[in-house]
């Protein structure tokens, strides 16, 4: 199993930024690694995705030019810098990883291991 620990959710006003953090206990080459949120009343929706043998993550279009997604792989650590951040950006943001496929990347049942999530609020 792997456990992943994500940190650095918070409240901001609209334009702010904010860092989160995704810590796993057990790093493997052959692992996607991604980025989700869900809001209230909506449906978890991919942000941002790493896979192996691809150099530039990959980003929902709702996010990119604003996000940005890095990873540490000698901290095991994956880490989402967020900014211009705006109102519809508020919900639970969690991190993912497992075996998934490119053309699953945005699929939630595609990644096995999930962290308990962070809270991400942004006031207008």
């Known amino acids: 199993q792997v456990q992943l620990v994500e940190s650095g959710g918070g409240s901001v006003e609209a334009g702010g930024s904010l860092t989160l953090s995704c810590v796993a206990s057990?790093?493997?080459?052959?692992?996607?690694v991604a980025w989700f949120r869900q809001a209230p009343g909506k449906e978890r929706e991919g942000v941002a995705a790493s896979f192996p043998g691809y150099v530039t993550p990959f980003y929902a279009d709702s996010v990119k030019g604003r996000f940005t997604f890095s990873q540490d792989n000698g901290k095991n650590t994956v880490y989402l810098q967020m900014n211009d951040l705006k109102p519809e950006d508020t919900a639970m943001y969690y991190c993912?990883?497992?075996?998934?496929?490119?053309?699953?990347?945005?699929?939630?049942?595609?990644?096995?291991?999930w962290g308990q999530g962070t809270q991400i609020t942004v006031s207008a």
């Open positions: 057990r790093y493997s080459v052959t692992y996607a």
């Open positions: 993912a990883a497992g075996n998934a496929f490119l053309g699953g990347r945005w699929r939630a049942e595609n990644y096995r291991y």
